[in-house]
Every structure is written in structure tokens, then in C-alpha cells.
T-cell receptor, first 114, second 116 residues
Framework: AQTVTQSQPEMSVQEAETVTLSCTYD???????LFWYKQPPSRQMILVIR??????QNATENRFSVNFQKAAKSFSLKISDSQLGDAAMYFC???????????FGTGTRLKVLA | GAGVSQSPSNKVTEKGKDVELRCDPI?????LYWYRQSLGQGLEFLIY????????KSGLPSDRFSAERTGGSVSTLTIQRTQQEDSAVYLC??????????????FGPGTRLTVL
């Protein structure tokens, strides 16, 4: 069975600095997708970024980028130029190709210090 | 609508009562998911709908939990004889086509259920 592990329950970053959130996963499949979701205090989960396993190039979305290490089964999220609005819970998620089932990690709470 | 909506946003009930939680997915989305998020925890999968059918109900914690979807749109999650351990945020998500490579889930704001 696939698993997703986020080993950092909480992280802090100074405003305008860079922070990296860790995520590792376990799977025997070759076709899968990885996601980072943000959940602010409003509770609404927002997709931050997604990565297809077959793509070697790391996905980027503005200040958000990932470091996808397929062999190591690692999928970290880097947030550059951190802003106060980035404070939230961040969840890493996995989905097998051709299936519906998403598996979520337990989340990392990010605090942004002014 | 523009996004996934859920109602009510908050629900307080007494132990033993039944509750119904509603989810309105994004128009045209065929896949719909229910998750439970307990305090400080990740998302626990409950059930998945493809159209009106639920191919996977494996996440429902007990027979007190049931869900249905009508017209390929609105879904209701019903919890009978609520217990205090049912207190959590219940999140709904929808996606265009679950098995497609480009599929991505979009979440609603959730319903916070408190059982006294």
C-alpha cells in the first residue's frame, strides 16, 4: 500500500525568506502524481502545485517549486520570498495513475514570522 | 457554481442525533469525494462517487455512516446516532474525471461537526 509521510509537524520562516517542506512517499508503482495542498485557517484546501512522476523537470508555480527525487521517493516544496499569507497547513498527497484514490500526509503547519 | 460548496459550515448536535451534511460539487465534475479531518490530523478518505455510484465505500468508519449522490451532482453524507468521536471537519472535493492524468481535486470549505 502507498504511504505519504510528512515528518515536520511545524515549521517557521521569516517573512521574505525561503523555506522547504519535506514529503516522502512509498510506492511500487511507476505511474503516479504528487500534489501539495495548502489549507489556511479558512479550512478550504487549495492546490498549490502538482507533479507528474514521468516528468523529470520539477514543477514550479510562481514562488512555489518542488524538488522531485523519484529514486529517493522524495517530494519537497520550496516556498521563496515567504509572505504572511503563506501561513497555513500544507499537505502532501499522492495519487496512482488511472485511479481516483488520493493519499494524504498528516500535514506541516507553516508559520510566517513578520 | 464557481467552486465546491458545503453546508452547513458548522453543525453542533447532541450525542445520538442524526446529521446530514451537504456537498455541491463544481458543475460538470463527475467525481466526488468525502474526507474526514480530525483535529491535528490529515485527511481520512471516507467515500468516492463516480457519477451517482460509489465504487469505493471502504473508508466509511461504521454502518452509522452513509452517503448518496443524486443526479450526478449534490451529495449528502449522513451520520446516524452521532457519537463524540464523530466530531471533526468533513471535507468534500470534486474533480472532473478521476482516472484522467490531468485530474485534480478541488475542495469545499468543509463542515465542522461538533457532537456534545
Amino acid at each position: 500500500a502507498q504511504t505519504v509521510t510528512q515528518s515536520q509537524p511545524e515549521m517557521s520562516v521569516q517573512e521574505a525568506e525561503t523555506v522547504t517542506l519535506s514529503c516522502t512517499y512509498d510506492t511500487s508503482e511507476s505511474d503516479y502524481y504528487l500534489f501539495w495542498y495548502k489549507q489556511p485557517p479558512s479550512r478550504q484546501m487549495i492546490l498549490v502545485i502538482r507533479q507528474e512522476a514521468y516528468k523529470q523537470q520539477n514543477a514550479t508555480e510562481n514562488r512555489f517549486s518542488v524538488n522531485f527525487q523519484k529514486a529517493a521517493k522524495s517530494f519537497s516544496l520550496k516556498i521563496s520570498d515567504s509572505q504572511l499569507g503563506d501561513a497555513a497547513m500544507y499537505f502532501c498527497a499522492y495519487r496512482s495513475g488511472g485511479t481516483y484514490k488520493y493519499i494524504f500526509g498528516t500535514g506541516t503547519r507553516l508559520k510566517v514570522l513578520a | 457554481g464557481a467552486g465546491v460548496s458545503q453546508s452547513p459550515s458548522n453543525k453542533v448536535t447532541e450525542k445520538g442525533k442524526d446529521v446530514e451534511l451537504r456537498c455541491d460539487p463544481i458543475s460538470g465534475h463527475t467525481a466526488l469525494y468525502w474526507y474526514r479531518q480530525s483535529l491535528g490530523q490529515g485527511l481520512e478518505f471516507l467515500i468516492y462517487f463516480q457519477g451517482n455510484s460509489a465504487p469505493d465505500k471502504s473508508g466509511l468508519p461504521s454502518d452509522r455512516f452513509s452517503a448518496e449522490r443524486t443526479g450526478g451532482s449534490v451529495s449528502t453524507l449522513t451520520i446516524q446516532r452521532t457519537q463524540q468521536e464523530d466530531s471533526a471537519v468533513y471535507l468534500c472535493a470534486s474533480s472532473l474525471e478521476a482516472s484522467e492524468s490531468t485530474d485534480t481535486q478541488y475542495f469545499g470549505p468543509g463542515t465542522r461537526l461538533t457532537v456534545l
